[in-house]
């Protein structure tokens, strides 16, 4: 898997998309390496079909603080269970 390159952005929405399809009823949270793999495409996550995501600090990366994610998913007229 080292000498893999990462995903394209698009080829990550398509994931969540076809996972979403392949599971409808379940939840699919997205945690780390969002921002490394979907980019500028982040907030699109949740349009593809992600139920959630994990926010701060993950084990081995870093992630996007609580306020920045709030903020995100306040600016796309979602609610959040907080």
């Known amino acids: ?4 390159s990462n995903p ?18 379940k939840d699919i949270f997205i945690c780390g390496g969002r921002q490394l793999n979907l980019k500028h495409l982040v907030p699109y ?4 079909g ?5 926010t701060g ?9 609580l306020d920045v994610d709030l903020e995100m998913i306040t600016q796309l007229g979602f609610k959040t269970l907080i």
């Open 1 to 4: 898997m080292e000498s893999l």
């Open 8 to 25: 394209t952005s698009l080829r990550c929405l398509k994931i969540i998309a076809l996972f979403r399809y392949v599971l409808p009823e």
């Open 45 to 48: 996550m949740f349009h593809a």
């Open 50 to 54: 992600a139920s959630g995501i994990m």
């Open 57 to 65: 600090n993950y084990l081995t990366t870093q992630g996007a603080s």
